[in-house]
């Protein structure tokens, strides 16, 4: 009883500037002073019930025309000459290219962080990629499958995700029939996506397998199909229990093992609380998300509402990935912009190239995000902003003939490595389609302006702004706020949140 009661209690806490900036940090992307501000003053409960309750099921952002485009047929296929294969091969891979800078164009724009957090977050669980799915339009419908349930049932998505077509080429589930199982999909459904190692054996991958023949593709339209005469529909073992499974049936045996609630709720502690789990702290949550049928939004509030989730030991220990630290930034600062492309191009410079994770693990994240490389990139594409300091523009372009060359495909500025020059090259010419960075008005807010020197109450309200802990290299004493600005932004703690 004294438990719930400290539980209670804790979730009344009301949250000042700093504890919203790190909720809203940590379960979305960096926060404007505007949305920064309808935080400030609830409860953790009630921050937590607002956050889960803006969240979406659909992109905000129009997809690209193409991506109802059927696949060509084999008889289409059969009948190009080389020069048309290689032009069709080029255009597979700049839709490839669209497709991330309208992904990095809905993350700026969604009133819904956590809802893309969670898309990117099931993107690297139930990996699949540009390396084994050549068709980007196969990769962009999976990708609105897994917005579609970024935060429902996460029963619901392993069914969806199993039968998805990106995920049958991936995992080379189409090839898997009766007399011939391939067991990819098998191992990695209980070693990946539910159980964990250590939790199954090989006869449960291949017996397993059996029950996964007859999902197939259409060699036309590369949709899912059942195909009856390909199903080993014989008996089979798996984990204990045995039966004429279906592939579905083995799918639910996996979801009602303790294990896969304790797997997921591990892995989403590690995305949004510490990279050290503490299992007595997961335990209870996962129970709850085992009798809630697997409701994600359950997990969830579990774990932000956790003592864990607001300690301060347990602040300023992730590192953002690159599309934390991107995105983030662009938020937080109000970045203009007219084109997402070298946005999208930098992600993948700093190593998280979007819709094509490393292999079938994902991006191993954590400290892995950080190398000389990297961070030396990212310290560039900060110094690039300080340079974009123009009279501000729309901070998230929104008009209609934006919209209308996202949806066409036909995105400006697709020559997009290096990531940031050719953006910035349209600011040093004084052009349309650059970055622009109002530091100005930024600046304002904490009533101090790029020239003038802030006094300590200033300099203090930055550091709070800008980074989760405490700056960890000196700086000078008398720089310009727009100077300490930049100084606070290259401190290594800026790459943590």
């Not at 889960?52 to 193409?66: G, I, K, N, S």
């Not at 774990?303 to 662009?330: E, H, I, Q």
């Not at 902003?385 to 995105?411: D, I, Q, V």
């Not at 970055?435 to 101090?448: E, G, I, K, M, P």
């Given at each position: 009883m004294a438990a719930a009661s400290a539980a209670s209690?804790?979730?009344?806490?009301?949250?000042?500037?700093?504890?919203?900036?790190?909720?809203?940090?940590?379960?979305?992307?960096?926060?404007?002073?505007?949305?920064?501000?309808?935080?400030?003053?609830?409860?953790?409960?009630?921050?937590?019930?607002?956050?889960?309750?803006?969240?979406?099921?659909?992109?905000?952002?129009?997809?690209?025309?193409?991506?109802?485009?059927?696949i060509p047929t084999r008889d289409t296929r059969k009948a190009w000459s080389d020069e048309q294969r290689r032009d069709e091969q080029r255009q597979r891979g700049q839709r490839y290219e669209i497709l991330r800078t309208w992904w990095v164009r809905e993350m700026l724009n969604t009133p819904s962080p956590l809802t893309e957090r969670m898309t990117l977050f099931w993107h690297n669980h139930f990996t699949s990629g540009q390396d084994k799915v050549p068709y980007p339009q196969q990769m962009a419908l999976q990708n609105m499958l897994l917005r579609r349930d970024a935060l429902g049932n996460f029963g619901e998505l392993l069914h969806d995700v199993a039968k998805d077509p990106a995920m049958l080429q991936y995992l080379d589930g189409a090839s898997n029939r009766k007399g011939k199982p391939n067991e990819n999909f098998a191992r990695e459904v209980m070693e990946l996506f539910t159980l964990g190692e250590g939790h199954y054996t090989q006869r449960d991958v291949s017996e397993a397998a059996r029950a996964y023949t007859g999902w197939s593709l259409d060699p036309d339209t590369q949709s899912y199909v059942w195909r009856a005469n390909q199903h080993d529909d014989g008996v089979k073992t798996v984990l204990g229990e045995t039966g004429p499974f279906d592939g579905d049936q083995v799918l639910d045996i996996l979801l009602a093992r303790p294990e896969t609630a304790t797997f997921i709720?591990?892995?989403?502690?590690?995305?949004?609380?510490?990279?050290?789990?503490?299992?007595?702290?997961?335990?209870?949550?996962?129970?709850?998300?085992?009798?809630?049928?697997?409701?994600?939004?359950?997990?969830?509030?579990?774990?932000?509402?956790?003592?864990?989730?607001?300690?301060?030991?347990?602040?300023?220990?992730?590192?953002?990935?690159?599309?934390?630290?991107?995105?983030?930034?662009?938020?937080?600062?109000?970045?203009?912009?007219?084109?997402?492309?070298?946005?999208?191009?930098?992600?993948?410079?700093?190593?998280?190239?979007?819709?094509?994770?490393?292999?079938?693990?994902?991006?191993?994240?954590?400290?892995?995000?950080?190398?000389?490389?990297?961070?030396?990139?990212?310290?560039?594409?900060?110094?690039?902003?300080?340079?974009?300091?123009?009279?501000?523009?729309?901070?998230?372009?929104?008009?209609?003939?934006?919209?209308?060359?996202?949806?066409?495909?036909?995105?400006?500025?697709?020559?997009?490595?290096?990531?940031?020059?050719?953006?910035?090259?349209?600011?040093?010419?004084?052009?349309?389609?650059?970055?622009?960075?109002?530091?100005?008005?930024?600046?304002?807010?904490?009533?101090?302006?790029?020239?003038?020197?802030?006094?300590?109450?200033?300099?203090?309200?930055?550091?709070?702004?800008?980074?989760?802990?405490?700056?960890?290299?000196?700086?000078?004493?008398?720089?310009?706020?727009?100077?300490?600005?930049?100084?606070?932004?290259?401190?290594?703690?800026?790459?943590?949140?």
């Open positions: 209690e804790s979730e009344q806490t009301i949250l000042d500037a700093d504890d919203a900036r790190f909720f809203l940090t940590r379960v979305g992307f960096a926060p404007d002073s505007a949305e920064l501000a309808q935080y400030v003053g609830l409860t953790r409960e009630q921050a937590v019930d607002r956050v889960l309750a803006a969240a979406r099921t659909e992109a905000v952002t129009p997809l690209p025309d193409w991506v109802l485009e059927p709720t591990t892995k989403l502690w590690r995305e949004f609380v510490s990279d050290t789990p503490d299992p007595s702290r997961v335990a209870p949550i996962a129970a709850q998300f085992r009798a809630s049928h697997y409701d994600i939004k359950v997990a969830l509030r579990g774990l932000f509402l956790a003592d864990a989730f607001w300690d301060d030991a347990n602040r300023g220990v992730l590192v953002k990935s690159p599309v934390d630290f991107v995105v983030g930034t662009l938020r937080e600062f109000d970045i203009g912009y007219d084109n997402t492309a070298p946005f999208a191009a930098e992600v993948r410079t700093l190593g998280e190239n979007l819709f094509y994770p490393p292999n079938v693990k994902g991006w191993p994240g954590g400290t892995t995000w950080i190398n000389s490389s990297t961070l030396l990139a990212r310290k560039q594409f900060l110094e690039q902003l300080f340079r974009a300091t123009e009279a501000a523009g729309p901070r998230r372009t929104s008009n209609p003939a934006s919209a209308k060359l996202a949806a066409s495909g036909a995105m400006p500025g697709m020559q997009v490595t290096p990531p940031m020059q050719s953006a910035m090259a349209h600011v040093a010419q004084g052009g349309k389609g650059g970055v622009r960075f109002d530091v100005d008005t930024w600046l304002a807010h904490y009533n101090t302006a790029p020239t003038a020197k802030p006094g300590l109450s200033a300099e203090l309200q930055l550091q709070h702004a800008v980074l989760p802990l405490t700056p960890v290299d000196a700086i000078d004493t008398g720089s310009t706020a727009s100077a300490y600005l930049q100084a606070l932004l290259m401190d290594p703690a800026y790459q943590l949140k």
